[in-house]
């Protein structure tokens, strides 16, 4: 995926290292071009453009799949005014401004950790805010991995606690114990059913 970016230089060095090696960058556009192409060389990118922000009309011409707008804070309005000014289509436009109240982000989040460090925990809880906002973790003599998330019906629960399961080669050996909490809110909803569900999640 060829990508165009557009980032402050601050932050540059560690923006870069946690976006995935298999991208294509066909322009960097940055507020301190020179700074940005010393991190860019650093990094192994030395055949990548970096022009300056003022320069991003020349880059919107150059060809990309998708417009990588990093910024250091969570600043919509930005995010507005670079679609506005240039016209820019949203769906070309990837942002992380909103995933930090993205609730199908944290979860995912939550499952690729726990995968990547299942063998560290002797037990997982799950259920609604109940159990994400009132389980007392440090408490627990074993160490737990609370996958607890508001409005989180059983269907789900069932899936997460078979994805904890089904960690560490097929079947997680090192888990002794599971909390799945109930409440009547658990029995009136399925997700399942709705087009947004993430199961999707439970195979990465």
């Known amino acids: 995926m060829k990508v ?35 991190i860019c060389n650093s990094a192994g990118l030395s055949e ?12 919107l011409k150059l060809p990309y799949d998708y417009i990588l707008l ?10 507005k005014d670079l679609v506005r000014k240039y016209n820019l289509p949203h769906n070309k436009i990837l942002t992380f401004s909103a995933l ?10 939550s499952l690729r950790y726990f995968k ?10 799950t259920g609604i805010s109940t159990a994400e906002k009132d389980l007392d973790v ?5 160490k ?21 399961m089904s960690c560490g080669g097929g079947h997680n050996k090192t888990i ?5 909490g109930l409440a009547p809110y658990s029995f009136h909803y399925d997700l399942s059913q709705t087009p947004a569900n993430v199961l999707y999640s439970c195979n990465i």
């Open 48 to 59: 990548v453009p970096v022009h300056s922000l003022e320069e991003l009309p020349i880059c």
């Open 138 to 142: 440090p408490s627990f003599k074993g």
């Open 116 to 125: 990547e460090h299942a063998a560290e925990f002797e037990m997982f809880a």
């Open 70 to 79: 990093l910024k250091d804070g969570w600043w919509s309005s930005e995010f």
């Open 100 to 109: 930090h109240a993205n609730d199908n982000f944290l979860l995912e989040r």
């Open 144 to 164: 737990l991995f609370n996958f607890g998330r508001g409005s989180q019906d059983l269907y789900y629960n069932f899936q997460v606690a078979k994805f904890a």
């Open 176 to 180: 002794r114990y599971a909390l799945i």
């Open 4 to 38: 165009l970016l557009i980032s402050y230089t601050r932050n540059l060095t560690e923006k870069l290292a946690a976006l995935s090696p298999d991208l294509e960058y066909c322009a960097i556009a940055t507020g301190d071009p020179k700074r940005a192409k010393e």
